[in-house]
């Protein structure tokens, strides 16, 4: 039996008022799990198997380097003789299995992509595409990245490709069998599309054409547009703030997307060239976010992927240097729909499964430990809390067997206060409001239905 192990990594803050606390958490699931159960906080879906050290602020960064790809090498030590012998494994219908382990896909912003991958910064992690050429869209495609490839190039060679080459240093991934770190390297819609190209790059140049159209006073009519709009279910208030704020969540962002185009359609009348591509880019953001796909839903991602990359021209007089080349995010559009051939939807590769496990997993771990030296506390504080989850699901699973004589016994295991039932005399319910017992319920001697 296969069993593909999705890990993801993503730095995060534990102090939140003040403070520099900060902890490089490693989380694990794995691809048999239904995606609803890798992605709930109850189901124990994902877990925390380490807590990557914090790295100096050293100029030498491939010490920094090194010292990254040792410490995965150690944590995913074990996985290298189960991923050639195999481990059994017990599975929910009663049966053992032999499993075997491999690493499938890795969840990851872009800057821990190149770190994963010792690809050199604003190169793709996926394809040696020069950055010079981004975005590439409507191009054919550039050669994939290859693990084995690398370790035959001089450090010139690998350069001229995108590829950092240090002496002593081996990618933690070529100890693993079949597994070509690159390919792991998977879309991001929050990062990626919500964030990046969304928020980051094309709002911006839309600000600068406003700024260009109505001078000065372009904050003050996008703030009155976003706090103009109507209230109805699913709608968000942005209020006369908007352009003010800067630090925002990807809920924030996914209610700004479904109202910015009959926001911005009166303010760009005389501009339907540009405005026809922002719409393009929704429906790639909408079309990419879709839970399950076809080959219809994939011809349209291509289609609004096209459109968006041909109204890019009227942005360009906004780039500093005239041109869209060295943004990664822009160029890692071209793979969405490789990706989800591969790998099924982005919800299945999305760092939103790691940002919201921050929450129940890393900082409310935190909160246990007493702050000094908190990270060895950190993972005692998890192993428990696995390890009382796992019980719990064991026990509320026989709780709702209500054909198992040890039912009652687990649900006050449970929750001791819980009401417990007690059993009576069977009712017979109906429409009215009055529940006549069975026992009082007498026919005459000689009944008949006629």
Known sequence: MLVPLILGSDKTMLSTMSGDKSAWPIYLTVGNLAKEKRRSTKCNGLILIGILPKCPNSPDQHAIKRALHCALREILRSLESYERLGIPIRCADGHTRLGFPRLASWLADYPEQCALTLVIYRWCPRCECDPKEFPAIGQPGSRKRQLKRYSSLSAEEAKKVGQWKIPGLENFASFHLDCNIFECMNTDRLHQLLKGVFKDHTWTWVMALLTKIYGSRASEVVDDGFANIPPFVGLRNFGHRFTKVTQWTGSE????????????????????????????????????????????????????????????????EFRENNSFAGIPKLHAMIHYVECIKEFGSTDNTDTEVSESAHSWLIKDAYRATNKVDYIPQMLKWEKRQFIIKDRLNILQSIADDISDHRALQCQLMIDPKAPVAKPGPPKLSGLGTKCIPIQSFKFPNKASLN
Do not use: E
């Open 253 to 316: 962002y996914k209610d700004m997307l479904a109202v910015w185009i009959p926001l911005l359609a009166p303010l760009l009348k005389g501009f339907p060239h540009r405005l026809k591509g922002l719409r393009h880019l929704t429906d790639f953001i909408l079309l990419a976010g879709y839970h399950s796909h076809t080959d219809t839903t994939l011809r349209y991602l291509k289609s609004a992927l096209v459109g968006y990359g041909k109204s890019l021209d009227g942005f360009l």
